[in-house]
């Protein structure tokens, strides 16, 4: 009986352990992300208007990979404010997020930083300036769940296309209609049917983080 009561109590102190270890996780990723933006700013590395990716945790995102066909289901603008990197994304609501913080939550910590190409040409100050002008009145949108087309709501790829479309006049990824997506799997379904019920327009224009990250306007800058 004493034996048994020694092995529960074991089992109970390496579960609490493990519980812990779970817990502060995400704080170590932040830690491992805070060295990460310091190093690519002590190194100049990063610039006004990069793209950069990851592959969220959000509950959709395994649904968008199956969708896509890609690894990377989230993104977002990467701008210099003062000596601080921060990330215009659209999450709930779109919103400025610290770059570490933005790094740190995507899964394991890795993302890719993509930059247009002849930026130097391209993003000029003002350019740059329009676009986040551009940004800002988007910012306190709610996310789109159901990717409409229009900027009553908006999700993270729309907010990318069309700022550059619309602040620098380059398209960084193809558009496509809903229908050209992978919709066959049962996850994907379920989804759709929660968000869209039987009312679903297979002809909505849609931008994927997949198209935004594949775009030929596009050169890697940075991957980890």
Not at 26 to 50: F, I, M, R, Y
Not at 153 to 177: P, Q
Not at 194 to 209: D, M, Q
């Amino acid at each position: 009986m004493k034996k048994n009561i020694t092995i529960i109590f074991a089992f109970i102190l390496l579960s609490g352990v493990f519980v812990k270890w779970k817990y502060y996780s995400p704080s170590k990723l932040l830690v491992k992300a805070q060295k990460e933006v310091q190093a690519l700013t002590d190194a100049h590395q990063l610039h006004n208007g990069d793209i950069i990716f990851q592959n969220s945790l959000s509950s959709q995102s395994r649904a968008v990979e199956m969708a896509t066909h890609s690894k990377y289901t989230h993104c977002g603008i990467v701008y210099l404010k003062g000596n601080d990197y921060y990330v215009l994304e659209a999450v709930q609501p779109v919103k400025t997020t610290d770059l570490a913080t933005f790094i740190a939550r995507g899964k394991e910590g890795r993302y890719v930083v993509k930059r247009l190409k002849n930026a130097a040409q391209i993003l000029n100050d003002s350019v740059l300036n329009n676009m986040k002008t551009i940004g800002e009145k988007l910012i306190g949108k709610d996310y789109d769940i159901t990717f409409e087309w229009n900027d009553d709501k908006i999700y993270c790829s729309e907010l990318v296309w069309k700022i550059y479309s619309r602040g620098a006049g380059v398209e960084v990824g193809k558009l496509a209609t809903l229908k050209e997506f992978d919709l066959s799997n049962e996850l994907v379904k379920r989804i759709m049917r929660k968000r869209y019920g039987t009312n679903i327009n297979y002809e909505e224009k849609v931008i994927s983080p997949a198209s935004v990250f594949e775009s030929e306007n596009l050169v890697l800058v940075k991957e980890n």
